[in-house]
Every structure is written in C-alpha cells, then in structure tokens.
C-alpha cells in the first residue's frame, strides 16, 4: 500500500464562500512505514489573513504573498501524488481538505475527481464506534503515536501519518489487511465524520 496523506491550512471555515487555501503538506507512507517524502508549500489566498488564524497556525502575510496560487500549489500536490504511484488519499477529517481543493479548483473553473480515500475518523470509529469526533491530538496520543507541529499542513499531515499507520495495525488485528477493506472502513456510516461534499 501507498499512500499520500495530506492537510490543508485556510483563512478560516467558511472554504466555500469567503476563506481560501494558504497550506498544503502532504508525506508519504508505504506499507506500514511512514516515509521521509514530503510536499509542502504556503499559497497565496489573495486576501489577508486574519489573526486569529496567524496566532493559531504561524502563517503571516509574508509568507505568502509571493507563494503559489491555489491551483499551481494543487498541481504540485498533484504531481507529488503521481510521481510517488500512490493508490490513495488520507487524511484526518478529510472531508474539509478534500472541500478546500475542490473549492479551489472551482476557482479556476477545474473539477476534484473523486479520489480513493482513507479518513482516520472513520478507521477510529470503526475500531471504537462510542468515540466522539476529537482532534488529531487527542487520538495521537490516545494511540501513543508521533506528534509534530499543530496547524501546520506538513506537521497534521506526519501527525496523521504515523497514526493512520497504527490505525492499520490495529485494523490488521481485526482480520482487515488490503486496500479495499480500508476504503469500505471510511464508507461506512459511523456517525463520526461527515459525508464528503
């Protein structure tokens, strides 16, 4: 199995009217290892950056004013995808970071293919269907993985990473092993994430 996993950063949560992309990291994991292969880049939201969303993530204005625009970053996710023979997405609560590309690319008049997809929501609430739905922090340490930089792309993307590949192991103790099971893990209807839009 390869995977790419992936997190966006945004001017806010309101992705399909006013809030645009300023991060997108993604890293590499093959088979049950996670890899040093990562993407990152800021982007340029063509508009300010509130400070509430710079006092949680680190991202100024500077940083990305002369970054990328929406749709030359998603091309780069794009090729790093293709140039690592990934066989899917992952994320953690996905369904937004798959909203904020599809968004994006609506911008510039582009489509979102669906892509097969893997969310650690949906492998935890297959695992243990009481959970509530919590952050990435909250499981990494519940499943005693790595933690690095909070709300940075790159950072909840390895975070996600090094958690999404204990969620295989235990997925695996359960008689789940191939790729298959785990996309119908994340098409199930566990009640902890909601459905991608």
Request: proline residues 3%; aromatic residues 10%.
């Amino acid at each position: 199995m390869n995977v790419t996993v992936f997190d966006t950063e945004t001017t806010g949560f309101a992705v399909g009217k006013k809030d645009r992309l300023i991060e997108l990291g993604a890293v590499q994991v093959e088979g049950m290892t996670v890899t040093d292969k990562t993407f990152h880049t800021y982007v340029n939201p063509d508009r300010n950056i509130p400070r509430e969303i710079t006092n949680l993530t680190g991202i100024r204005q500077q940083d990305v004013e002369g970054a990328p625009s929406a749709l030359e970053a998603i091309n780069g996710f794009y090729e790093f995808v293709k140039n690592n023979n990934s066989n899917g997405w992952a994320g953690h609560y996905l369904a937004f970071d798959i909203l904020v590309l599809k968004k994006e690319l609506q911008r510039s008049n582009y489509s979102l293919e669906q892509p097969t997809y893997m969310d650690t929501l949906d492998m935890i609430g297959y695992l243990n269907p009481t959970w509530e739905m919590r952050d990435l922090t909250h499981y990494a340490r519940e499943f005693g993985t790595r933690l690095f930089q909070r709300h940075s792309a790159l950072g909840d993307a390895q975070t996600t990473a090094y958690l999404l590949v204990e969620l295989f192991r235990h997925i695996g103790d359960r008689g789940k092993h191939t790729l298959g099971d785990l996309i119908d893990i994340t098409r199930r209807d566990n009640g902890i994430t909601s459905p991608l839009l």
